[in-house]
C-alpha cells in the first residue's frame, strides 16, 4: 500500500510547479515568448470552441459627397468570427508501492524520485507542446494543435482554417514566397534577402508589418552568412526568452532549427503577431489532475494536461518563405 503522505506530496508538487510549467513553455519557444511580449496569449474559460473574432472587410459606406448629396447609411458587414478545435494534451507521473514504500523510503527519497519524474514529464510536455505550434495538426488523427504549417500554409489557396474554406475566401489567405516559382533561384546566401524583400513588402499593410521571422536552420545560416560581410551582430534580447537573434527591418530573425528542430526545413516564416494567437484553457493550462490508483495493480498515476489551441485573426499580413 501507498504511503500515506505520498498523495500529499505527489499534489503540492505539482500544484506548486504547474504555473512555472506554463511559462516554461513560453519561455522555450521564440513565438510564444513574443506573443506574451504582445500579450496575444489569451486564456479561454470554455465553450464549444475557440471563437476568434475577424475583420474581413473594410466599412463600405466610405463617399466622397457634395452638400446635400444622399449618403450611404446602408449597415457593412465586417466582422466574422473563426471556430477552432479544442485540442488536449496530457503526461502522465506514474508510481508503484516497491518504489515508494521499499526502494524509496522516507519522506526526502520520495521527492527526489517524484521530481526526476516531474522534471521528466515538464521537458516532455513542454517540447513536444513547442513542436505541435509548427504542425499542420493532422498528427494523431487531427488531435493535433493547428501550428504555423496550418495557419501560416505552404499552398494557401486550399484547405479549410477555423472553418473557413480559403478555396472560397481570398482574405482568409496568407502570403508565400518561393524564389524557383518566380523564376529565380533556390534559396542562397546570394539571394536571400532579395527574396526576404519581396515577402515583407507583400505582408505589410501601412505600419502593420512583420515582427518576428522564424526559420529553420538552412534559411537561417542563408541569411547569416549574407550580413557576415558587413559584421552584423547578433543580439540576445531576454525578452525573447533568451534566443539568439539577428534583425531585418526592425523583425527579430531567430533560428528554430537544430537537435528536436520545430520549424520545418527549409521554411522562413514572417510573422505579424499581433495576429496570432495562443489560447489555452483558463482551467487547464498545465494542471495536475487527481491521483488515480489502479484497481488490478499496485500501482497510480496522475496526469498534467493541457487544453487549447493557435488561433488566427489576420491570415494576409502571415507570409512564408519555402524551397
Not at 474559460?45 to 459606406?61: D, F, H, K, P
Not at 444622399?70 to 508503484?96: H, R, Y
Not at 527526489?112 to 498528427?139: C, V, W
Request: with cysteine; glycine share 8%.
Amino acid at each position: 500500500m501507498a504511503s500515506p503522505n505520498l498523495n500529499e506530496i505527489v499534489t503540492t508538487t505539482l500544484r506548486n510547479r504547474s504555473g512555472k510549467l506554463a511559462d516554461n513553455v513560453t519561455n522555450n519557444n521564440a513565438l510564444l515568448a513574443r506573443m506574451r511580449k504582445k500579450r496575444t496569449i489569451k486564456p479561454v474559460s470554455g465553450g464549444r470552441t475557440i471563437v476568434q473574432e475577424l475583420e474581413y472587410a473594410q466599412n463600405g459606406t466610405y463617399q466622397r459627397y457634395a452638400g446635400y448629396q444622399v449618403l450611404n447609411i446602408q449597415p457593412s458587414d465586417v466582422f466574422t468570427a473563426a471556430e477552432f478545435d479544442w485540442k488536449q494534451v496530457a503526461v502522465a507521473v506514474t508510481w508503484n508501492g516497491l518504489e515508494i514504500d521499499v526502494q524509496n523510503t522516507g519522506e526526502d527519497q520520495i521527492i527526489d524520485l517524484l521530481e526526476s519524474r516531474i522534471s521528466n514529464a515538464e521537458k516532455t510536455m513542454r517540447n513536444n507542446l513547442s513542436f505541435d505550434l509548427y504542425s499542420n495538426g493532422t498528427a494523431d488523427g487531427g488531435l493535433q494543435i493547428g501550428g504555423l504549417q496550418l495557419l501560416v500554409a505552404d499552398a494557401p489557396t486550399s484547405g479549410v482554417v477555423g472553418g473557413i474554406d480559403r478555396s472560397q475566401w481570398s482574405f482568409w489567405r496568407n502570403q508565400v514566397f518561393s524564389g524557383v516559382n518566380n523564376g529565380g533561384a533556390a534559396v542562397s546566401s546570394a539571394n536571400i534577402q532579395g527574396y526576404m524583400n519581396q515577402l515583407w513588402l507583400s505582408t505589410k499593410r501601412q505600419n502593420d508589418v512583420t515582427d518576428l521571422i522564424i526559420a529553420d536552420n538552412n534559411f537561417y545560416n542563408a541569411y547569416w552568412e549574407s550580413l557576415q560581410a558587413i559584421q552584423r551582430i547578433m543580439k540576445e534580447d531576454s525578452g525573447e526568452a533568451g534566443f539568439q537573434t539577428l534583425k531585418y527591418q526592425g523583425a527579430d530573425v531567430v533560428a528554430d532549427g537544430g537537435i528536436g528542430a520545430a520549424c520545418p526545413a527549409n521554411h522562413m516564416y514572417f510573422l505579424n503577431t499581433d495576429y496570432i494567437h495562443y489560447r489555452p484553457s483558463s482551467k487547464r493550462n498545465m494542471v495536475p489532475l487527481e491521483n488515480v490508483q489502479s484497481i488490478n495493480q499496485d500501482a497510480s498515476v496522475k496526469l498534467i494536461v493541457w487544453a487549447g489551441n493557435m488561433t488566427l485573426s489576420n491570415a494576409e499580413l502571415q507570409g512564408v518563405l519555402i524551397a
